[in-house]
Structure formats: structure tokens, C-alpha cells
């Protein structure tokens, strides 16, 4: 018999030739987090809390810190509450992992064990709160921390216990025993996330009612909820329309799936947004830094002409400073004054107007005079430049846009 003559060297050739059917993509390189230290844990009352029936870890409340990597903080604080329904705390996901988040947005978090039903009422879990709150102001220099910037945010039972925190303020006792209890436990601005806040609501299970509360010197409040969670979801409408009805500025985000006990969403890509836009309400609401408003004036012109109709923006380099937006009017002219809550900071920005409508449309027969809103982030056609602007008391700012 012949040999058979040998084909593998002219498949492997063949083969090396061909176009391949598997497409690689180039893995980014990683990032290493920055360092951050150990969380560390601390008595509210070194000396045994008031009221406690034992020395166990469920009879003494503690906070534990997790800070920002060295030379990211940007010196706000907020207290975690887990939940649980006053009855067991979900320190995962609903605690340790929440500060975590928070300490990699520059954000010093604590993480506070509260006391349980069984053993003790929710009104303990408040003084433990409000002390959680007057432990991290007191120790705001230890963290370098702004006494104005103390925030709560809480899960279910947490978020009941954060809004109790807000609607019921122990304020400054100058006289107290304790430095700690002289302070405010007034927190600057809650994040109650699926709460319960209505008696009316839940007729069964102990928590805090809080919703009738509500007064013009609650504090700010960012509201989450799902809309499966039927359980709880009317809790946050009704804690909104309180918060709404007295001045308070507010934001609820009701998301159209997920259910209770979500946490940050992690898994989810839709209800992990929900933090983010937390950062950026932060921001909006000053509360990222301690920077006073200032009230400005501006002025854009596009091709020599008042722009029209449209959005004035004002983004700051310094991601800790608030956005200043407006909408504007064919009325305005091309100018807006940002004035009060709606001010920027001192500093520089970039000046961003997106034009909505120009004069030629019909507002009779509804004719647009633009079927794509223009983006203008340079004061010219092919300047990569954006426009660079400086805030500063007593300055207004006048910027021409050439578009040709």
C-alpha cells in the first residue's frame, strides 16, 4: 500500500491564510482603586447607651467609618441605616456595601447599628440616630468633615429611621454634659430609600410615623422606590407630597421594576442609577461642598443675535461644585439670572447653550424651524476649545457664539 502523501503542513497554511471568525477586543487596562483605609468601628456611648438592658453588641449601637482614599474626600458625611424591619439589619447590602460606594465618591460613610424590636422600640433606634448624627458632627475635624454637610440615608426600616431623624430634630443644647449632645442632631439632607413613613398606610408593624411631621425646616430629601414594591410605595408618595407642600426641595425616583430590599441595584443596570443621580443632586443642592452662590448674570448671542430658545448651562471644572442650568425663552433675550438655590459657586465653568427653536418656527401650525436641537460648547465652527468662563461676585458673563 502507498503512503498516503501528508496534508497537515497545507492545512495548517491554508488555515493560517483564512480570515478568522472570532474577533477580539482589547481589554482595557485596570485601574487600581486607590487605598483606602480599614473601616473602624466606635461606640455611640463608650460608657453603655442609655436605656440598654446588657452589654451584647445588639444592646450597645455602634458607627462604623469608612473613609475615602487619602486626598479624595471632599468633606461630606453620611450615615448608613440598614434595614430590616426594625427587627434583624442587613449589613451587606444595605450597609457595608453602601459606605463603600459612597467612600469611593469622596463621600466619609458610617454605617450605623441601631437597636431592635424584641428588646427595644423604634424611639430607641431614633436616639440612637440622632446620636449617630451628633457623633460625626462633634467628630466632623477628626474626618475633615463640614458640620453643614451631615446627611442620612436608609433602607426600609432605615429609611423609616432616616426620615424620623429629620422630622424629629434635637437641636444644639449648649448646656449638655456631653460636647457630643450640645450639638444639632438636625441631619442636612436624608436619602430614604423604599421607606415606610404613614401610620395611615401601615396599619400593622411597629416604625416611626413621620410623614405628618413634615414642617418648612425638614431637611432636603432624596426619595427612591420601586413601583412592585406596592407595599411600600406609597410610603415615599406621600412622604414627597409633604416635603412638597412645605418649600422642602426634594427629588423621588420610581423606578418601573425591582423589588424591595434592592440596595444600590448592584446587578441591575437600570437600578444602579439610582446613586449617581444621587451624586448629582448632591451637587445641585450644594451639598458637596461649602462654597456660598453666587448670583450671576449671563448673556449669549448667536451669530451676533439674543439666542432664542433653548438651555444655558454652566458646568464647573471642580466636580464638586453645582451645575447652573436654565431654559430660556424667545422673552429672556438671551439672558438668564441664576440667582438664590439656583446659583453657581465661584470658579471656573464651561458655558454650554443648546439651541431648542430659532425664529422661523410656526407656532400656529406647529412648523419646526429645527428638527435637531444645537449643541454650541465653542465659540466657533472647528475650535476645539469649550468656553471657558469665570464666576465671580459682581461679574456677569457675556459670551457671542459664531456658528459659521
Given amino acids: 500500500m502507498r503512503p498516503l502523501p501528508c496534508i497537515l503542513p497545507f492545512f495548517l ?23 483606602r483605609p480599614a473601616p473602624e468601628s466606635f461606640l455611640l456611648w463608650p460608657d453603655g447607651a442609655p436605656d440598654a438592658k446588657g452589654n451584647a453588641p445588639t444592646d450597645q449601637p455602634t458607627l462604623t467609618a469608612y473613609l475615602p482614599a487619602p486626598g479624595t474626600g471632599n468633606g461630606t458625611a453620611i450615615i448608613v441605616n440598614p434595614g430590616g424591619g426594625y427587627r434583624v439589619l442587613v449589613g451587606d447590602h444595605e450597609g457595608a456595601q453602601v459606605a463603600s460606594w459612597f467612600a469611593r465618591q469622596g463621600i466619609t460613610a458610617f454605617v450605623l447599628r441601631y437597636r431592635l424590636l424584641e428588646t427595644y422600640p423604634p424611639e430607641l433606634a431614633l ?13 466632623a475635624d477628626r474626618y475633615g468633615l463640614s458640620t453643614r454637610r451631615v446627611g442620612m440615608c436608609g433602607f426600609s426600616a432605615g429609611a423609616n429611621l432616616a426620615t424620623a431623624a429629620a422630622t424629629h430634630v434635637g437641636m444644639e443644647t449648649p448646656d449638655a454634659a456631653s460636647p457630643i449632645d450640645r450639638v444639632s442632631s438636625r441631619p442636612d439632607f436624608i436619602v430614604p430609600v423604599y421607606p415606610a413613613t404613614s401610620q395611615e398606610l401601615l396599619k400593622k408593624g411597629a416604625f416611626i410615623a413621620t410623614d ?21 410605595s406609597l410610603h415615599s408618595l406621600r412622604f414627597y407630597e409633604a416635603l412638597h407642600k412645605h418649600g422642602v426641595p426634594a427629588a423621588l425616583h420610581v423606578f418601573g421594576h425591582g423589588a424591595h430590599g434592592m440596595g444600590i441595584g448592584t446587578g441591575d443596570p437600570d437600578l444602579a442609577r439610582w446613586p449617581p443621580l444621587l451624586v448629582e443632586w448632591l451637587r445641585r443642592q450644594r451639598f458637596m461642598t461649602d462654597a456660598p452662590r453666587v448670583p450671576t448674570e449671563v448673556s449669549v448671542q448667536i451669530d451676533g443675535k439674543p439666542m432664542h430658545w433653548g438651555w444655558i448651562s454652566l458646568i464647573p471644572e471642580d466636580p464638586s461644585l453645582p451645575i447652573a442650568a436654565s431654559l430660556i425663552d424667545p422673552g429672556a433675550k438671551g439672558r438668564v439670572a ?40 465653542s465659540v466657533a465652527p472647528g475650535d476645539p476649545r469649550p468656553i471657558a468662563v469665570t464666576v465671580a461676585p459682581g461679574q456677569p458673563i457675556t459670551v457671542d457664539i459664531r456658528t459659521r
Fill in 13 to 35: 497554511l491554508a488555515c493560517a491564510g483564512a480570515p478568522s471568525r472570532i474577533e477580539s477586543t482589547p481589554v482595557a487596562p485596570v485601574v487600581a482603586e486607590p487605598k
Fill in 127 to 139: 436616639v440612637d440616630a440622632q446620636r449617630a448624627i451628633r457623633w460625626v458632627r462633634h467628630n
Fill in 212 to 232: 405628618v411631621r413634615v414642617t418648612e425646616e425638614t431637611p432636603p430629601a432624596f426619595l427612591v422606590h420601586t413601583h412592585p414594591d406596592r407595599l411600600l
Fill in 338 to 377: 441664576f440667582e438664590g438655590d439656583t446659583a453657581p459657586c465661584a470658579g471656573r465653568y464651561h458655558l454650554q447653550a443648546h439651541l431648542l427653536g430659532a425664529p422661523g418656527a410656526n407656532l400656529k401650525t406647529g412648523e419646526p424651524s429645527m428638527v435637531e436641537p444645537l449643541s454650541l460648547q
